[in-house]
């Protein structure tokens, strides 16, 4: 239909047109296509969060996602014992009692009460608190870091550690924008136009300037179509096209910006999420200006990794020789240095409106690989996680570590269980495996947090080995073991039945810590939100918020801003002296979507989130991009 666009689900969507003016190069041909194209609206959508006037998200308040009353019923009774009311009237005692004495002693926000619920009232009143934070943080940055990267909130100054452009303005820049920030969006998009993308402190690393500057760029023009953010988008975009100029197309780690000239910690080196890294990005930015080389280049770092994908494990080594194209290892991971490789093959199939058949294949066999690989139990909790191997063909030994940055997984296994349910090639015992994968993983991963005194999670944990070897905790037998005795116990196998936090109550937690620091990440808050979207289920949303109540104890700083911490296994950690521009852009966006009542403020259906949680819009390629790009498309 003219004037509308198509979510991943099939829906119709309000339009969202590009300003005549838009500095687009596109064909003539493109005029009797128009049914084709992806429109946007300017005027609809998103423009009523907030009064704002400039925020053209189209919405679909029919996609809300509820809790069902089975799910709810379930809930409450598996958390209850069977003297309801001794046992109501001891936890409101203690609550009561709580809470006052809370009051009296806490010089920081005063938090909304916890509660499971789906008052409205009660997440409208979170929210504002989260967007209080939020607008309290950005200002600290402008007062004491501007115009420089990143904020040091108890020194109170400014860092240069990506590029020297103002990095927190950028990543910050959408988040602006759905809370309805104006004064600080305006002066934003002033200092945007004055960058001189040419001139960096540094070599620019390829990976974060795609993700926190274009990434940010992009999303903030398709929720406004200021025009300026386009013209920085495709002009920044420009100056990263030499990162690949290697043999075999592959970017490098880092270019520098006025000459082009590469930049890599070891010769001919790149990594797995520069290679997998930028397809959202580059092809939204080709989408909009009708530059091909920009799907050309990644378009062939999709079709690299879906030739060299190993048939054995569905998965890739971590490191690669630029010169060769071919992997310098078989390390399988999906933590640091491999993480968003793996996140971007769903969500570049969602992007492009499930139209690009060879990318969902590639992460069908992937995600099997890393469940069959890379997910383990622990012996005594029976916690999910996933971990790493650091040589598959030597058949070596799970690592056993679970890195934060790794607990972004279940967030996009929910996604491609809500989205490729039906799809050729995903069966039903996939979609439940898949499911409970996403649930298991997420649990853990909130677990990291819920077990420490200072409700925060760590760097990085070291799960215990069975007595046997550690390939006996392997995930994927004890769950087919579970089915071959009929499944015992639960409808849900091991590592996805509910474990309590540890709280002294249990005799071991399973894991030790590693790295001792929360630096405001947001992969977990990342999961919860989509594991709530998607299930409906409010104990995710709820787990979301008790995360955040923790942040605003241990992270806030009085002058202003938050900072990252150490020491969270004691019950005050140390400042840390640091407030990375992926706090404002990734951690607090989510518990602010988290905690909208809202349930369609970014609607999965129309948007996808790259890894920075910058919101991209669904794409429908017209006909003449199809032929401009070669594109291999199902219709």
Not at 209 to 231: D, H, K, P, V
Not at 354 to 364: A, L, N, S
Not at 369 to 388: A, H, Q
Not at 595 to 624: Q, Y
Request: aromatic share 12%.
């Amino acid at each position: 239909m003219a004037g509308t666009t198509r979510g991943v689900d099939g829906l119709e969507r309000a339009p969202f047109i590009r300003n005549s003016d838009s500095p687009t190069r596109r064909s003539s041909e493109d005029e009797d296509d128009e049914d084709d194209l992806t429109v946007y609206d300017s005027r609809e959508g998103l423009s009523n969060v907030g009064q704002g006037s400039y925020l053209p998200m189209s919405m679909d308040d029919s996609k809300n996602f509820k809790p069902s009353w089975s799910t709810r019923l379930n809930l409450f009774v598996s958390r209850r014992k069977a003297n309801w009311k001794a046992l109501t009237v001891i936890a409101l005692g203690v609550l009561i009692i709580g809470y006052g004495l809370w009051r009296a002693g806490s010089a920081t926000t005063e938090l909304p009460p916890p509660s499971h619920t789906d008052d409205n009232e009660l997440w409208q009143k979170r929210a504002e608190l989260v967007k209080n934070e939020f607008l309290q943080s950005y200002r600290a940055y402008e007062k004491y870091a501007f115009p420089k990267d990143e904020l040091r909130p108890y020194a109170k100054e400014g860092i240069n550690n990506y590029n020297g452009w103002g990095v927190t303005v950028f990543d910050a820049l959408d988040s602006l924008l759905l809370m309805d920030c104006k004064e600080e969006y305006e002066r934003a998009v002033k200092h945007i136009s004055t960058v001189d993308f040419h001139h960096a402190v540094t070599y620019i690393p390829f990976f974060e300037t795609t993700i926190r500057y274009l990434g940010g760029l992009l999303s903030a023009f398709a929720m406004t179509n200021n025009t300026i953010l386009l013209e920085r988008a495709d002009e920044l975009g420009t100056i990263l096209l030499p990162s690949f100029n290697t043999p075999k197309g592959l970017p490098v780690l880092a270019i520098d910006a006025t000459t082009g000239e590469h930049h890599n910690r070891q010769p001919d080196e790149t990594a797995i999420p520069e290679i997998g890294t930028c397809q959202l990005e580059f092809k939204m930015l080709a989408h909009l200006t009708g530059n091909k080389l920009y799907f050309e280049k990644v378009d062939r770092m999709t079709d690299l990794l879906r030739d060299t994908q190993s048939p054995a494990s569905g998965m890739w080594g971590n490191m690669w020789d630029t010169q060769t194209g071919r992997q310098n290892n078989d390390h399988l991971a999906v933590g640091g240095a491999a993480d968003s490789a793996y996140e971007y093959l769903l969500k570049s199939y969602l992007q492009g409106a499930k139209t690009e058949p060879k990318i969902r294949d590639v992460y069908i066999k992937a995600v099997n690989g890393i469940i069959e690989n890379l997910l383990y139990l622990s012996p005594t909790r029976k916690l999910l996680y996933v971990t790493d191997v650091s040589s598959f063909s030597r058949g070596n030994d799970p690592s056993g570590k679970l890195e934060h940055l790794s607990c972004f997984l279940p967030g996009t296994i929910i996604l491609g269980v809500k989205y490729l349910k039906g799809e050729p090639g995903v069966t039903n015992e996939m979609i439940e495996l898949w499911q409970w994968a996403a649930e298991g993983l997420a649990r853990t991963c909130w677990l990291t947090y819920a077990d420490q005194p200072s409700g925060l999670a760590p760097y990085e944990v070291q799960f215990s080995i069975w007595k046997g070897g550690a390939k006996k905790g392997r995930w994927l037998d004890h769950v087919n073991l579970w089915k071959r005795n009929g499944r015992p116990g639960s409808k849900y196998p091991p590592g996805v039945v509910e474990s309590e936090p540890f709280a002294g109550k249990i005799e071991s937690k399973d894991y030790v810590i590693r790295f001792n620091h929360y630096q405001l990440r947001p992969e977990t808050i990342d999961s919860l939100y989509m594991l709530w979207k998607v299930t409906g289920d409010p104990v995710w949303r709820e787990r979301g918020w008790s995360i955040w109540e923790s942040v605003m104890k241990h992270c806030k700083i009085e002058s202003g801003g938050y900072s990252s911490v150490y020491g969270i296994n004691v019950e005050n950690p140390t400042v840390d002296d640091g407030m990375p521009s992926w706090f404002l852009a990734e951690t607090m966006k989510y518990i602010y979507l988290l905690a909208s009542p809202r349930e369609d403020l970014v609607p999965l259906d129309s948007w996808v989130f790259n890894t920075e949680a910058h919101p991209l819009p669904i794409i429908h390629w017209s006909k003449t991009e199809r032929a401009l790009f070669n594109m291999s498309m199902t219709t």
